[in-house]
């Protein structure tokens, strides 16, 4: 059974900092690439951070320069590192898994169930 857990949300205030961490089970962690969407109030769920297998990672245009995501294959584990939090940061973060199964060609992805950040003005 694949299981993504998040944890390390919680209430900050602007310009805080939170480290989110997704520990995965049941999937080969480090043939994944690794993902953390946001879905804030009201709104789309929004892909902040990506991170590859090989370790590549890419971030939306609000976060660069504050967040940065890494991985730890050997405790199946990704992170999120937020830094100079701002309001418009508080959302539901969710951590996501994806491969491309190489034998039916198909994607494969999985999805944790969230953790929440607060950040106050």
């Known amino acids: 059974q694949v299981q993504l857990v998040e944890s390390g949300g919680g209430l900050v205030q602007a310009g805080g900092s939170l480290r989110l961490s997704c520990l995965a089970s049941?999937?080969?962690?480090?043939?994944?690439?690794m993902a953390w969407y946001r879905q804030a109030p009201g709104k789309q769920r929004e892909l902040v951070a990506t991170i590859t297998s090989g370790g590549s990672t890419n971030y939306v245009d609000s976060v660069k320069g504050r967040f940065t995501i890494s991985r730890t294959n050997a405790k199946n584990t990704v992170y999120l590192q937020m830094n100079s939090l701002r309001p418009e940061d508080t959302a539901v973060y969710y951590c996501?898994?994806?491969?491309?199964?190489?034998?039916?060609?198909?994607?494969?992805?999985?999805w944790g169930k969230g953790t929440l950040v607060t950040v106050s003005s």
């Open positions: 049941g999937i080969t962690f480090r043939i994944n690439d």
């Open positions: 996501n898994a994806h491969r491309i199964n190489i034998l039916t060609r198909t994607p494969m992805e999985y």
